[in-house]
């Protein structure tokens, strides 16, 4: 099975180097690298030219925007599993033989998620669940995140496009939020996504819990806000998303770590903005 990795960048450069480098280390030869370059000057060229890889990589361009990215790259995927590394992700050794394996194997499952660590057994990027099962609405808040997913094609030709609404460099302030978009419509269609615990992609942790954190943070939480509105999340439920982040706040106060109050105060008003301008957006 053919493997299509749709890497959508900017800014980044050693970055790049080290995803390349786990890519030579998968021995796995099965697989295009899509690379959709959002910088303004070639600093990628050099990497791309020199990498000496045994599989093919197809540089394009697009404007600045993740999720307007992936799509540029999904019109050009050819491959019978399709994922989105991110471009500070690495995978480890192994990892897309294995994937290929647990797919072929399983002709029901349609698709595979798992959860990011941080090249030392810590989680990072989020919380996730620890246990396997279908991904569905309810669950896939804490079951994947975009370097964690791979799709059969198919799955990605019926659900089509991100919504270049959401994800880092949206035109609009929703930060966030464009992969569980999608896997909630791919769930919403019926296809079977299974989320692995042991289906591991590593990915930096940075939490330094300064002001740059603080507005990720906020914008990330406007664009779960986002996705919670347009996927007509209950009251509860959402209640619920904005309430956890205020028990970390007052957690934080308590063992008297103000800035890491600052910055789940920053995700729950966040999510809080986020259902709030979908609801006066709505006719």
Same mark, same amino acid.
């Not at 030392?120 to 246990?131: A, E, N």
């Not at 982040?245 to 966040?270: F, T, V």
């Given at each position: 099975?053919?493997?299509?990795?749709?890497?959508?960048?900017?800014?980044?450069? *050693?970055? +790049?180097? +080290?995803?390349?480098?786990?890519?030579?280390?998968?021995?796995?030869?099965?697989?295009?690298?899509? /690379?959709?370059?959002?910088?303004? *000057?070639?600093?990628?060229?050099?990497?791309?030219?020199?990498?000496?890889?045994?599989?093919? +990589?197809?540089? !394009?361009?697009?404007?600045?925007?993740? #999720?307007?990215?992936?799509? /540029?790259?999904?019109?050009?995927? #050819?491959?019978?599993?399709?994922?989105?590394?991110?471009?500070? @992700?690495?995978?480890? *050794?192994?990892? !897309?033989?294995?994937?290929?394996?647990?797919?072929?194997?399983?002709?029901?499952?349609?698709?595979?998620?798992?959860?990011?660590?941080?090249?030392?057994?810590?989680?990072?990027?989020?919380?996730?669940?620890?246990?396997?099962?279908?991904?569905?609405?309810?669950?896939?808040?804490?079951?994947?995140?975009?370097? %964690?997913?791979?799709?059969?094609?198919?799955? @990605?030709?019926?659900?089509?496009?991100?919504?270049?609404?959401?994800?880092?460099?949206?035109?609009?302030?929703?930060?966030?939020?464009?992969? %569980?978009?999608?896997?909630?419509?791919?769930?919403?269609?019926?296809?079977?996504?299974?989320?692995?615990?042991?289906?591991?992609?590593?990915?930096?942790?940075? &939490?330094?819990? *300064?002001?740059?954190?603080?507005?990720?943070?906020?914008?990330?939480?406007?664009?779960?806000? &986002?996705?919670?509105?347009?996927?007509?999340? %209950?009251?509860?439920?959402?209640?619920?998303?904005?309430? &956890?982040?205020?028990?970390?706040?007052?957690?934080? !106060?308590?063992?008297?770590?103000?800035?890491?109050?600052?910055?789940?105060?920053?995700?729950?008003?966040?999510?809080?903005?986020? !259902?709030?301008?979908?609801?006066?957006?709505?006719?």
């Amino acid at each position: 099975m053919k493997i299509s990795l749709i890497l959508a960048t900017k800014g980044r450069v *050693d970055e +790049i180097k +080290i995803l390349v480098r786990s890519l030579i280390q998968q021995d796995y030869g099965n697989l295009e690298l899509i /690379v959709v370059d959002q910088n303004g *000057d070639d600093r990628l060229a050099p990497i791309l030219k020199e990498s000496n890889l045994a599989f093919p +990589i197809l540089h !394009l361009r697009s404007e600045v925007g993740l #999720s307007r990215a992936r799509n /540029v790259g999904l019109a050009f995927a #050819s491959g019978d599993i399709i994922a989105f590394p991110d471009d500070d @992700c690495w995978y480890p *050794d192994g990892l !897309l033989k294995w994937i290929v394996s647990e797919l072929q194997s399983q002709p029901s499952v349609d698709g595979l998620t798992g959860r990011s660590e941080d090249g030392h057994i810590r989680s990072s990027g989020g919380t996730f669940s620890r246990h396997k099962g279908r991904v569905d609405i309810r669950n896939v808040w804490q079951k994947g995140v975009s370097y %964690t997913i791979f799709l059969r094609s198919a799955v @990605c030709a019926a659900v089509g496009s991100f919504d270049e609404e959401l994800g880092v460099g949206a035109r609009s302030r929703f930060g966030s939020g464009e992969e %569980t978009d999608y896997l909630i419509r791919t769930a919403k269609l019926g296809f079977n996504i299974q989320y692995l615990p042991n289906l591991i992609v590593f990915h930096p942790n940075s &939490r330094l819990y *300064d002001r740059n954190h603080r507005d990720k943070a906020f914008r990330y939480g406007m664009g779960m806000g &986002r996705v919670l509105s347009k996927h007509r999340y %209950t009251f509860t439920h959402n209640f619920c998303t904005i309430l &956890r982040p205020l028990g970390g706040a007052l957690l934080s !106060l308590l063992s008297l770590r103000p800035r890491k109050a600052a910055y789940h105060l920053a995700i729950a008003r966040g999510r809080l903005c986020g !259902l709030l301008w979908s609801f006066r957006q709505a006719p």
